[in-house]
């Protein structure tokens, strides 16, 4: 008992580090399922795209030695704000590429590509650093202002490149809400995902809209991925696959096409987890520990399927006839 | 006449490939040229019992006696038998259903380690007074139950996601796929089920029921060198039972019930056919196909661990019938055979010439651009490590411009 209370902060904050990034990455399916009615299957490897922009920029900053000159702020600034340029715009060109030429087809159909989109875009990446870099496995330089820690309490130490993620993510949500909910453009979002074929009668691109939503969702996972590599550090073309259906559950969790629901999913989920992680070896005595936290979150996934299936907050999507 | 020419010229074809691979047993293409002309006596026009004599002919005959010059033709006979089995299991699934399974594997696997963990020592874990590993005789018996607990296992895991949308399903069987793995590998404890990582060996393999017979006929082969022959002929079996099962099941009324479903879930139910339960019957008869697979899997391989079951394993099995066609039992059969053909022989292939010209140092020598020395060709560039992105391209240029796939299904009309 002791131990379980004296870990609860540091466990607390590790889920809401990991809660923030479900919720980004989250945002991208459930956005795309909000106006396209699919699961964005490659969305896993926007999100890990983003972390190799991030990484990429870092290592040549380092090489060319201008890392330790430049300011800090600076860095975050150039290396964040790339790698949600390059995801959005690399998940625009998938929808254009992979996606657009099945507009109309049977939602198999598009599913099944976008399952191959994905596995391209993992061996693709393989395949660039590989020869770019010779390995796969990369590593984020480490950034020493990043690694200094706060103390808060006496048993709670927290890493500011965790407060960096909250923060920043914190930021993006509150701006993705007001775009969505304030703006024209966000109007029309939320107009073609209630009804794409009396949005276009008003006068709104439909096509192009569906390209500025994947461009935003894309955006939020590269963003994912810069924070995911920023606190994890380690990198490969394949570690977006278990975030990425951890996110989809978080979506579904919240209600899909919802996008508070999303926030709301990634952040019980990234919470569930941190616990289950901490404290499932505790209460079982060894027996079963941290290996099962994957094991969880499909469980969760199952069991709202079964009680739940509108999520937590409800879904807002047509009326779906497969 | 013009028949007849292309008919004659498909004989040609298909007498010199055998021959070639029967007369120079170790070419690699002659062996590729073989087992092309295996489809090339499918598309000929010619009477069927001709047909199926030749085909029939090229199966039980010229392939075992191509196994007794090169014996690893047989194992990839075995490999593409066993895929072909699994390919027809997802096709019901995805292809007369359209229910999109994406962790088909999971059903291989659970088959698999059911005869693993009997078939073996292993089950002494768990079970008190040193019974196991179970002997041979009862591997029919397991084969048997694998189907059950297959069916088992889908109508536990269908039960709740089929009555939802049909793309949740995707994601709930990915998901179902990788707790099933997550559970193999981390069963060690508290109590040793499945050996974890390590995996289980030595797994019994079939009787060999027939050797007093051989005896008797004055047939003297060593266990080891029949065993691969027993193999073959034991999952060619298997893969005529499961073609004549698929074939029975798709005319039948379930069947129809089942191509009605995946055109128009809401017509079909307006025309009373019990839409959860025959969807459910789908997904169970599917997973009870790769449960079965499974068995004859752990068999062969002697030993099993949790690796032979990823994403990927799924991913491949769905190319395959992606690649032939939805809904299409020649489609998932030549699609089996011809994506475990591309894995096992031509990207291992690529692979092995690469390294060689690697090794060889010669430079390859562009004009106006320069030389560029092989030697420094990057090391992590092989082919047979890039299967993803293989697959993928299949996924995605199959569903841009050729949907219903090689060897389309038979439509009474277009939909």
């Given at each position: ?24 990455i ?18 896993s490897?926007?999100?890990v ?11 040549l ?6 890392l ?9 600034f ?43 875009l993992q061996?693709?990446?393989?395949l ?11 590593n ?19 890493p500011?490149k ?9 930021l ?12 024209r453009v966000?109007?029309a979002?939320?107009a ?8 276009s ?29 920023l606190h ?12 990425g259906?951890?996110?989809?559950t978080?979506?579904?969790?919240g ?11 990634g952040?019980?989920?990234g ?37 739940r ?14 | ?13 298909v ?12 070419s690699?293409l ?11 006596l ?10 199926h004599f ?39 699934v995805?292809?007369?259903?359209g ?6 594997v ?10 693993a ?8 874990e ?47 069987t ?8 997550a ?5 060690d ?19 060999l029921f ?5 005896e008797?006929?004055g ?5 080891a060198e ?5 193999f073959y ?13 698929t074939r029975?099941?798709e005319?039948?009324?379930i ?12 017509a ?47 991913i491949?099995?769905?190319?395959m ?5 939805m809904g299409?039992?020649p489609?998932?059969?030549?699609g ?15 692979s ?27 090391v ?7 299967e993803r992105?293989?697959?993928?391209l299949?996924?995605?240029l ?18």
């Amino acid at each position: 008992m002791e131990i379980a209370l004296e870990i609860f902060p540091q466990v607390l904050v590790d889920g809401i580090v990991l809660g923030f990034m479900y919720a980004l990455i989250a945002l991208g399916y459930t956005m795309v399922y909000g106006v396209l009615e699919f699961i964005n299957f490659a969305h896993s490897e926007i999100f890990v795209l983003g972390a190799f922009v991030g990484v990429e920029i870092l290592l040549l900053l380092q090489d060319a030695g201008s890392l330790a000159l430049l300011h800090p702020a600076f860095v975050l600034f150039l290396v964040i704000g790339a790698s949600m340029a390059i995801s959005g715009l690399a998940a625009m060109a998938l929808e254009r590429v992979a996606y657009r030429p099945l507009h109309g087809a049977p939602r198999l159909v598009a599913l099944i590509s976008a399952v191959g989109a994905s596995l391209f875009l993992q061996d693709g990446l393989r395949l660039f650093e590989s020869l770019w870099r010779n390995t796969f496995y990369l590593n984020y330089p480490s950034l020493e202002f990043l690694d200094r820690t706060v103390a808060l309490t006496a048993n709670l130490v927290v890493p500011v490149k965790s407060i960096l993620v909250i923060v920043t993510a914190l930021l993006m949500l509150v701006g993705l809400n007001l775009f969505v909910n304030r703006t024209r453009v966000g109007t029309a979002i939320r107009a073609v995902a209630q009804d794409p074929d009396t949005a276009s009668l008003m006068g709104i691109a439909v096509n192009r809209v569906i390209a500025l939503t994947f461009f935003v969702g894309g955006a939020m996972g590269g963003l994912a991925g810069v924070l995911f590599g920023l606190h994890y550090s380690l990198v490969n073309p394949y570690s977006g696959f278990v975030p990425g259906i951890k996110a989809f559950t978080a979506a579904v969790l919240g209600g899909i096409g919802n996008i508070p629901g999303a926030m709301l999913g990634g952040m019980v989920l990234g919470l569930l987890e941190a616990f289950a992680a901490s404290y499932l070896s505790l209460l079982t005595d060894g027996a079963f520990g941290a290996e099962y936290k994957d094991v969880f979150a499909f469980l969760v996934l199952i069991l709202i399927l079964i009680f739940r299936p509108k999520g937590l907050l409800g879904e807002k999507v047509r009326e779906a006839q497969a | 006449m013009s028949r007849a020419l292309a008919a004659l010229g498909a004989f040609v074809y298909v007498a010199g490939s055998c021959l070639w691979a029967y007369l120079y047993p170790q070419s690699v293409l002659g062996f590729l040229c073989f087992e092309t002309s295996l489809l090339v006596l499918y598309l000929v026009p010619a009477p069927r019992a001709v047909k199926h004599f030749l085909g029939g002919a090229a199966l039980l005959v010229l392939v075992p006696l191509l196994g007794s010059a090169n014996a690893y033709y047989l194992e990839i006979g075995i490999q593409i038998g066993i895929y072909v089995a699994l390919a027809l299991g997802l096709n019901i699934v995805v292809g007369f259903c359209g229910l999109l399974n994406l962790g088909f594997v999971a059903f291989y696997a659970i088959g698999a380690y059911f005869w693993a963990v009997f078939g073996s020592p292993q089950a002494n874990e768990f079970i008190p007074g040193n019974f196991f590993p179970l002997s041979p005789n009862w591997f029919f018996l397991f084969l048997l139950l694998s189907i059950a607990l297959g069916a088992l296992t889908g109508l536990v895991l269908g039960l709740p996601v089929l009555r939802l949308r049909g793309d949740y399903l995707a994601i709930v069987t990915l998901g179902f796929a990788e707790v099933v793995r997550a559970l193999v590998n981390n069963l060690d404890k508290p109590i040793n089920l499945t050996n974890g990582p390590r995996g289980i060996s030595p797994i019994v393999k079939p009787p060999l029921f027939f050797q007093p017979w051989l005896e008797f006929f004055g047939v003297q082969v060593a266990e080891a060198e029949l065993y691969p022959f027993y193999f073959y002929f034991l999952v060619l079996l298997f893969v005529f039972a499961v073609v004549l099962v698929t074939r029975r099941l798709e005319d039948s009324r379930i069947g129809r019930a089942w191509k009605a479903i995946r055109e128009d879930e809401l017509a079909a139910s307006a025309m009373g056919i019990p839409v959860v339960r025959m969807k459910l019957l789908g997904f169970a008869a599917g997973a009870s196909f790769a449960s079965a697979v499974g068995v004859l899997f752990a068999a062969k391989q002697v030993f099993i661990n949790p690796e032979s079951f990823t994403f990927m394993e799924s991913i491949g099995v769905l190319a395959m019938v992606i690649l032939g066609g939805m809904g299409s039992v020649p489609g998932a059969i030549l699609g089996a055979a011809g994506v475990t053909i591309l894995n096992l022989q031509l990207l291992k292939g690529l692979s092995l010439w690469l390294n060689a010209l690697r090794q060889s140092g010669a430079a390859l020598t562009l004009p106006l651009i320069g030389s560029f020395p092989l030697s420094q060709l990057p090391v992590q560039f092989e082919p047979a490590k890039y299967e993803r992105m293989v697959f993928g391209l299949i996924l995605i240029l199959m569903m841009i411009f050729r949907p219903q796939g090689v060897l389309p299904p038979r439509r009474e009309r277009n939909p």
